[in-house]
């Protein structure tokens, strides 16, 4: 099934369109080098830099959770704008690693915030947990019934690594990040469509058989290691080259672009070699590209965010740029969004 949407439409025909007033990143203060991991796991430095593009990744203390990331990346993103907590009206949290099945890490992430007038929710889209968040932000903003509403992604991605699969523990790392969604002022600026899709078939591709309803956690669960992140790595990296590039062109096309107006594509960091692949389909220079693999790995729905806050930071976004995010994660889920930078 294929959702497509015109930006934040409200099935009226008014149309509000929702824009990213600010985001910011966080990840825990640790950092895992490749060197760090040789001595874990039989790998090194030199097979983890040419086969992923990664050269070290954040990890964070025992104790420390997607609610405690989420929390501080949403607290710099309202330092950022100025937004007083109690403003916030709706908190939509991705992460498939929440601190607990229930309550919600939405839930967990108001009370630390004081965010006392905001409902919320937790969804799961895995790769793809920050492109949906920001999604169905923008169209609560697009109704007109929310003005300020914070889409988070965050992982603790060690929390559920097997260090005994060397192909899967390296690749990835803990982060969150955060972004405010207002109102845009007309409809040129802000979000201007998106793309998502599901295709269940790639479920056995990439998953964490233990833990949910259908394995709870025993004994023999623990033992056949079903709390960890299984994969089929190629199977994986095929699908992702293949779908963001489809993703990315099908926007651009749908509405009236090429890929040279575009000034900057923010792709899930998963592998570099996936990015650089996506990118010669789609026909780009580096200088489009935000790739920031090198220091945090992959850290599922933080990747797009922290990618977001390390342009702005580098002066690779201006305000009436054309930016295009783009995602694939288990599921597979995939996302695209297309946006004018409004800030
Ligand atoms: C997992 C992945 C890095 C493997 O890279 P690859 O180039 O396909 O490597 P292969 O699986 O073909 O393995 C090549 C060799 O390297 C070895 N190897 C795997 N991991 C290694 C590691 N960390 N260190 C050293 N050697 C390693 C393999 O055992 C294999 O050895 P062999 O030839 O003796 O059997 C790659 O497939 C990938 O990134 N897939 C996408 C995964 C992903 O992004 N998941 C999240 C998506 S959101």
Known sequence: MHMRGDGAGNGTGRRIPAKITGVAGYAPPRVMTNRDLEKLVDTNDEWIRTRTGIRERHVADKGVAASHLATEAAKRVLAQTGTDPEEIEMIVVASVTPDMMFPATACLVQERLGAKGAWGFDLSAACSGFVYALTVGAQFVGAGSHRKVLAIGSDVMTSILDYQDRATCVLFGDGAGAALLEPAGDAK?????????????GGPCLYMPGGGSLHPPT???VEKRMHYVHQDGGQVFKYAVRRMAELAEGLLERNGYTKDDLALVVPHQANLRIIRAMQERLGLDDSKVMVNIDRYGNTTAGT????LCD?????????GDLVMLVSVGAGYTSGGVLLRWAY
């Open 189 to 201: 600026e802000g979000i201007l469509d998106f793309t998502h899709d599901i295709d269940g078939s």
């Open 219 to 221: 004994q023999e669960t």
């Open 304 to 307: 797009i965010p922290l990618g």
């Open 311 to 319: 342009a702005v930071t580098q002066g690779r976004l201006h305000k």
